[in-house]
T-cell receptor, first 113, second 111 residues
Framework: NAGVTQTPKFQVLKTGQSMTLQCAQD?????MSWYRQDPGMGLRLIHY???????DQGEVPNGYNVSRSTTEDFPLRLLSAAPSQTSVYFC????????????FGPGTRLTVT | KQEVTQIPAALSVPEGENLVLNCSFT??????LQWFRQDPGKGLTSLLL???SQREQTSGRLNASLDKSSGRSTLYIAASQPGDSATYLCAAMDSNYQLIWGAGTKLIIKP
């Protein structure tokens, strides 16, 4: 199993550009989530999904969209990038509703200039 | 609102020492408390998960405890090795099944 994969590893965007961060898992996990990690702060939940076709907002959803058309994929879209979205983004998955162990991807480091 | 704090932010100890990392949380209504390890430029690896009904979990040289009444969890690392150098993060799962994260403790083990 590849586990949780994320692409790209690094990305530089100009303010106002849009892009999609890709996340895929091959463990047949129902629960998937996106976090951002900023220096000196804990991870913050952006969006999450409890199964295909179901998504919900986390703590910091503004400026981001998600969809979950399949169990495997959970892309994160930045609609109009802003410097405040410069961060490291992690995708995670777990078998259940969140009570079980979470598996993380390697992260995407995004810089918005 | 649940808040999770990890003190100290950084810790440096000689190889071979036993050490304790601390995690505190403000709301005792949690489903579980999880400890993760993060290596530079990499994702997070789950180390231990303590359910709210448990007091501790052990894996190899790692032991994590949970005291909900005092809002504290500790991660004990026995006989530390340079390979243990990493950032250690704790996260509490709140009543909405959301993980609330501490900012982490950066651990350096000196050979």
């Amino acid at each position: 199993n590849a586990g949780v994969t994320q692409t790209p590893k690094f990305q530089v965007l100009k303010t106002g550009q849009s892009m999609t961060l890709q996340c895929a898992q091959d463990m047949n996990h129902e629960y998937m989530s996106w976090y951002r990690q900023d220096p000196g702060m804990g991870l913050r939940l952006i969006h999450y999904s409890v199964g295909a076709g179901i998504t919900d907002q986390g703590e910091v959803p503004n400026g981001y969209n998600v969809s979950r058309s399949t169990t495997e994929d959970f892309p994160l879209r930045l609609l109009s990038a802003a410097p405040s979205q410069t961060s490291v983004y992690f995708c995670a998955s777990s078998p259940g509703t969140g009570l079980s162990e979470q598996y993380f991807g390697p992260g995407t480091r995004l810089t918005v200039t | 609102k649940q808040e999770v704090t990890q003190i100290p932010a950084a810790l440096s100890v000689p190889e071979g020492e036993n050490l304790v990392l601390n995690c505190s949380f403000t709301d005792s209504a949690i489903y579980n408390l999880q400890w993760f390890r993060q290596d530079p430029g990499k994702g997070l690896t789950s180390l231990l998960l303590i359910q709210s009904s448990q007091r501790e979990q052990t894996s190899g040289r790692l032991n994590a405890s949970l005291d909900k009444s005092s809002g504290r969890s500790t991660l004990y690392i026995a006989a530390s090795q340079p390979g243990d150098s990493a950032t250690y993060l704790c996260a509490a799962m709140d009543s909405n099944y959301q993980l609330i994260w501490g900012a982490g403790t950066k651990l350096i083990i000196k050979p």
